[in-house]
């Protein structure tokens, strides 16, 4: 199974600041067929299930608001957050969608400082 | 809009079984994969598996064969994860999850659905 490791573990960024979570696969996400990285990105308030925002490693989904952008290939991945908003306030997870199972990182914690 | 609209919590006792149901909304159930995720309190995202919403074929993920069943129901537009001889540590959130069109990520969830198992 590939592992996915997340840092930090929780983060405090002030409001309008840049929040930072990265992404570390055991093994290469990058397909060499299509060239893409199958990498997602999911964000969960409390009580609410996760929300699909970024897929393809950097591709938004419909709706997600562009402070939200993905990076990173092989892998190493970053999901920044460009100006913090109080309603960032959430765990968001990595996920791998290469090979089966799919595997999700253990979540990142981020609040506001 | 598509939605996926999950059944109540549960409480069940162990030695149990319950059965969750996932009712889709929006869209055609057989045209796009099933997932099911399950969220222990206070930790991350497990995936449990999928069932392929066209032929019924289930796929279980290490963990979770024997005691867990993946079925569907086209006529009603759902998809059910049944849960057998409940123990303790099936106390969870299970979440029901579409697969998007292009890849194995999941770009619709189920609200989840709480099932506690507790003596």
């Known amino acids: 199974d590939i592992v996915m490791s997340q840092s930090p573990d929780s983060l405090a960024v002030s409001l309008g600041e840049r929040a930072t979570v990265n992404c570390k696969s055991s093994?290469?996400?990058?397909?060499?067929?299509?060239?893409?990285?199958?990498l997602a990105w999911y964000k969960q308030k409390p009580g609410q299930p996760p929300n699909l925002l970024i897929y393809?490693?950097?591709t938004r989904e419909s709706g997600v608001p562009d402070r939200f952008s993905g990076s990173g290939s092989g892998t190493d991945f970053t999901l920044t957050i460009s100006s913090l908003q109080a309603e960032d306030v959430a765990v968001y997870y990595c996920?791998?969608?290469?090979?089966?199972?799919?595997?999700f990182g253990q979540g990142t914690k981020v609040e506001i400082k | 809009q598509v939605q996926l609209v999950q059944s109540g919590s549960e409480l069940k006792r162990p030695g149990a079984s319950v059965k969750v149901s996932c009712k889709a909304s929006?869209?055609?159930?057989?045209?796009?994969?099933m997932n099911w995720v399950r969220q222990a309190p206070g930790q991350g995202l497990e995936w449990m598996g999928w069932?392929?919403?066209?032929?019924?074929?289930?796929t279980y993920a290490q963990g979770f064969t024997g005691r867990f069943v993946f079925s569907w129901d086209t006529s009603v537009s759902t998809a059910y994860l049944q849960i057998s001889s409940l123990k303790p540590e099936d106390t969870a959130v299970y979440y029901c999850?579409?697969?998007?069109?292009?890849?194995?990520?999941?770009?619709?969830w189920g609200q989840g659905t709480l099932v506690t198992v507790s003596s």
């Open positions: 999850a579409r697969n998007s069109g292009s890849g194995s990520y999941y770009d619709y």
């Open positions: 069932i392929n919403t066209n032929t019924g074929n289930p």
């Open positions: 093994q290469s996400v990058l397909h060499s067929s299509d060239n893409k990285n199958y």
């Open positions: 929006g869209y055609t159930l057989s045209t796009y994969a």
């Open positions: 393809w490693a950097s």
């Open positions: 996920q791998q969608y290469y090979s089966s199972p799919p595997t």
